[in-house]
């Protein structure tokens, strides 16, 4: 990454989906997001469900991650997550239909709450990301 | 006559199969090397989870998770067994489904075993045979098993184990272990222990350490990998069996074939014979009648 550019490399469990050099990028961590430039420090975290946008040369690539991790390193970005498609590819309904899913889920201990608040998050990620 | 005539029906009929095995042969052989390089293409993830496990454990974190506790007692088990939808590949359904029926009655002995899941055309109609009956069954995993498909089994798994209905996941497949080699097996993938933490390693010298900045924190990134390694894990299942299927119809076909020209020359062996000697008896006919005329 010393080059002055950053090297994003995003992987699915199927396949390498995306190896490019660009300028700067912004990752959709669960909290928030964060930009990636050139010389950042490495870092782990996790991903939320949200839009990576991948800068060159005044472009932009925008592109829907469903959850995941980012690993930044010296030498490149590593996006890890299930899924990652273009933002038309998002199918609405069936997003709806994990939301009533997910919403009927019963909380009845720690970790069944932690998982319906996680279909919850992802469910209204892709409706609200596909509804624009 | 009936018999020369017969003979080359056979003979016929035999030459037609060999076509078919070869094309079967030929489909196989490009549908593995498809398989094959979307096995390869996957271990990318894997080797990227693993690295994260493994800066996380440097960092000082207890890898801990409810996939990777066994629950005290083992009360119900789900199964889930990978056979293929198509015949005409030797031994490949036949052992994976007699590996999991065996593993099915050790679990009936010591626990009640919870749903039985089969995925496959072939494990289905075997299961239906043997009685045994089965909860849910997929038959939408061909030679190129989608994760989409295989996440969704997967988060139905996790969410079973982590409330507390089932305290054992057991997975029935063939192994890949290499292109000449793959073996059924029944394999526990929950409570999960495929993250592997490297005890020590300081012995390697590592150039620079990295010192990584953990967002939220070191446990919160932990609590999505277990989950995550653990659907590629089964993923990995699946297109370990969509690899072995088609070298086992490979395989198959290709002795198929051998055996057909096998067939095909010892017919035409009896069946020339046949014709010879119908040929010399009719020409000793007519000698017979020449002299009995001279």
């Not at chain 1, 933002?87 to 998982?115: G, V, Y």
């Not at chain 2, 000082?60 to 005409?88: I, Y």
Request: proline share 4%; aromatic share 6%; charged share 30%.
């Amino acid at each position: 990454m010393s080059d002055g550019a950053v090297h994003c490399v995003v992987v699915t469990p199927e396949k390498t989906e995306l190896d490019v050099r660009c300028d700067s990028l912004i990752l959709p961590m669960y909290d928030g997001e964060l930009g990636v430039y050139p010389g950042r420090a490495p870092m782990v975290g996790r991903l939320g469900f949200g839009l990576l946008k991948i800068k060159s040369a005044g472009k932009e690539d925008v592109w829907f991650v469903d959850g995941g991790f980012v690993q930044v390193t010296r030498e490149a970005v590593q996006v890890l997550t299930d899924r990652v498609m273009r933002r038309d590819q998002i199918d609405r309904t069936a997003a709806e239909a994990d939301l009533q899913k997910a919403l009927e889920i019963k909380p009845t201990s720690p970790e069944a709450s932690a998982l319906r608040d996680r279909s919850l998050a992802a469910a209204r990620a892709k409706i609200r990301l596909s509804s624009r | 006559m009936a018999n020369i005539r017969q003979l080359d029906k056979r003979r016929k009929s035999v030459r037609n199969i060999r076509k078919i095995t070869r094309t079967m042969e030929l489909i196989a052989t490009a549908r593995f090397k498809k398989a094959m390089d979307r096995a390869a293409a996957a271990t990318d993830y894997t080797k990227a989870i693993t690295k994260i496990v493994q800066d996380l454990a440097k960092s000082g974190t207890d890898v801990t998770h409810p996939l990777l506790m066994p629950h005290e007692s083992v009360k119900a088990v789900d199964m889930l067994v990978l056979t293929a939808n198509r015949g005409l590949c030797g031994g490949y359904n036949g052992s994976v489904v007699r590996a999991a029926l065996q593993k099915r009655a050790e679990i009936k002995e010591q626990a009640d075993s919870g749903c039985t899941s089969v995925s496959g055309k072939r494990g289905i109609s075997a299961f239906r045979f043997a009685n045994v009956p089965v909860e849910k069954t997929y038959t939408e995993f061909d030679d190129q098993p989608s994760f989409d498909a295989v996440a969704k089994i997967a988060d139905e798994l996790i969410s079973r184990y982590i409330t507390g209905r089932i305290d054992r996941v057991d997975v029935a497949y063939t192994r890949f272990v290499s292109s000449s080699k793959q073996i059924p097996v029944v394999e526990t993938l929950l409570p999960f222990s495929g993250i592997e933490v490297p005890q020590d390693d300081s012995a390697k010298g590592s150039k620079i350490r990295d010192d990584y900045e953990f967002l939220p924190s070191a446990a919160g990134i932990l609590e999505e990998v277990v989950p995550a390694s653990f659907r590629a894990r089964l993923f990995k299942c699946f297109l370990d069996a969509a690899v072995s299927e088609q070298i086992a119809r490979m395989v198959a076909m290709k002795s198929a074939t051998e055996n057909a020209g096998d067939l095909i020359k010892s017919l035409s062996r009896t069946f020339n014979r046949a014709r010879q000697s119908k040929i010399t008896q009719e020409i000793m006919e007519i000698i017979g009648g020449v002299e009995a005329l001279g």
